[in-house]
Structure formats: C-alpha cells, structure tokens
C-alpha cells in the first residue's frame, strides 16, 4: 500500500514538474515572438518613411567649427592650448599601403579633420600646403598678368612659411575584432545571448609626427587609438534573417573610430610638446654624432684616434 502511494506521490511531482516547464518553454517562445514581432514593425516603419533631418544630429568625436583662436562645438576631450607654438601644414603619405586602404572604407583624406582639431586646439596656426595652394598660386599668376583689378594685394612676400610639418598614418583600423555573444548566451540563456551576439569590437590605432620644417628634425611622435562596439541585435537573434544587419549602431563608420584615434594621437603630442625639451648632441646636429670610426673625419672619429 505504502508502496502504491510513494509511486502515486513521484508521479504527481514529475507531473507538476512537466507542467513548470512547458510553461517556461510557452512564455520563452512568447517573449521571442513578443520581440521579432516589435522589430519587423519598426523595420516596416523605417521602410516606409523617414525622419527630418537635424542639424549637428550626427555625434561624432571631432565636432563643431573653428575661426581663427576661438572654437565652437569642440569636443571637451580635446587638448587646448593658450598660445600658439608656430605654424603647421599637415601632409599625408599618399603613396603609404594605408592611405589607399581608406578607399574600402569610402573615406578621404586625414588632413580636413586634423586641420580642424589642430585650429580648434589653439597650440599651432594651420597654413596651406594643399591643393588649395595651386589656387593661391593662380591668383597671383592673375595678378602678374593684369587681370586682377587693382588694389588687389596679391604681391610677393606675403605667403606664412610653415615651422612644422604634421605627418599622420594610420597603424591599423580592424572591424568586428571581437564579440561577447558566447559567454552571454551560456550564462543567460538563448534570448540574452542572441542579442549579445551581435555585439562586435572596432579597434584603430594611429600615429603623428611633428617635423621642424627648417633643419628636418623630428620634434615629437604619438601613438594613439580608440575602440568602441557595434550592436547588431537582429543578427544575433535570428541569424541574418528578417532584419539582419540593423542594429543600434548597424554599420559603424569606421571614420568615426579613426578619428577617435587621431584625437587620442594628437592630445597626446600637445602634452609631449608642452613639457619639450629639446636634444642635444655635443658638437652640434649633424655634424657627425658621437660615434666615430678608424679613419673617419668627424669630430667624434679624430677623438677617436687621438685618444691614448
């Protein structure tokens, strides 16, 4: 009898147990329906139309204007100065593996948005040194042949020499180096980890330098680098399905992360600059070092062969 009622009492447990989990299984499968059914609306939303335009709407790390020392809208992360250092032209290696690499990212120069943190900065007067040069130049070839009304004053002896010249390369730039979907989705179960499963890393790493336009000589290097992360929430759900490829951040620009990285370079080339000391070598620059050779005739070399 006993027997029976112990074999009677399992069976209502493991009932009761089934029970629990079909409704664990039912309200799962509701909350994803709930879910990919929010989404395919808001799809068919932004199909159907879009919102108007806003002015500055586009966040971005280097933003704002500048006009001669003052600054407008300047990222708060950027490194100000209260005097300027000299004049600077930013030119780029155009010849270098990485500047033709910005064509896959549909993306052009380096030097506009440098130019702008650099004015915005205050800690060097920007010149021309660019392609607008070719129209400075023939403006005063007009002159030259009389066109240009007079009064104009476009004479010679007028054109600012640039102190220094900025150098920028780009180390690397890596998109979706990363995701975090796996350890989501083990500790939390198949919904979260979906969502996680999307979550992807964006990594750039840069360099400048700062040239002395006058004796050649390399004043200052920083390296640089930003990261941040894309949230694909429709690709980590259903797999490149209905929505695929739309998230918060769908398409990352990588210019966005680039310029991160050049503000990150940049701030930290204003704080070598500002504690700068400059190198010395005994005899003076380029007048053959300190080490000398059998033979040679640097001044380093007949110490050498004047010594006991």
Do not use: H
């Not at 002015?55 to 790390?61: H, I, K, P, Q, R």
């Not at 209260?82 to 155009?94: C, F, K």
């Not at 009389?146 to 007028?158: A, D, V, W």
């Amino acid at each position: 009898m006993r027997t029976i009622q112990s074999n009677t009492g399992k069976e209502m447990i493991n009932q009761e147990m089934t029970m629990k989990m079909k409704r664990l299984s039912i309200i799962e499968c509701l909350g994803i329906v709930c879910i990919g059914l929010a989404l395919v609306i808001a799809l068919g939303l932004a199909e159907c139309g879009a919102t108007e335009p806003v002015l500055g709407g586009s966040s971005t790390t280097a933003t704002g204007a500048a006009g001669g020392s003052s600054a407008e809208g300047a990222s708060s992360q950027l490194a100000q100065c209260d005097e300027s250092l000299g004049t600077i032209a930013v030119v780029e290696d155009q010849n270098a593996p990485w500047y033709w690499n910005l064509e896959q990212y549909k993306l052009g120069s380096t030097v506009p948005v440098l130019r702008m943190l650099i004015q915005q900065s205050n800690c060097f007067v920007v010149v021309e040194r660019g392609r607008a040069m070719n129209n400075m130049m023939q403006e005063r070839a007009l002159e030259q042949s009389g066109e240009i009304r007079e009064g104009s004053n476009f004479g010679k002896g007028q054109i600012v020499a640039a102190d220094y010249t900025m150098s920028p390369s780009i180390n690397f730039s890596q998109k979706g180096t990363g995701g975090v979907g796996g350890a989501f989705g083990g500790l939390f179960g198949r919904v979260v980890g979906g969502v996680a499963g999307g979550m992807k890393s964006n990594e750039a790493s840069t360099t400048l330098l700062l040239i002395d336009n006058r004796s050649g000589v390399q004043l200052a290097a920083a390296e640089g680098s930003a990261k941040n992360f894309d949230f694909n929430l429709f690709g980590g759900m259903f797999g490149g399905g209905v929505g695929g490829g739309a998230g918060a951040y769908t398409n990352t620009p990588e210019g966005k992360i680039l310029t991160a990285a050049f503000m990150d370079s940049y701030n930290k080339l204003v704080r070598a600059v500002r504690n700068y000391r400059a190198q010395t070598v005994k005899g003076g620059l380029g007048t053959g070092g300190r080490l000398g050779v059998q033979g040679g005739q640097t001044p380093a070399s007949e110490e050498l062969q004047n010594a006991p």
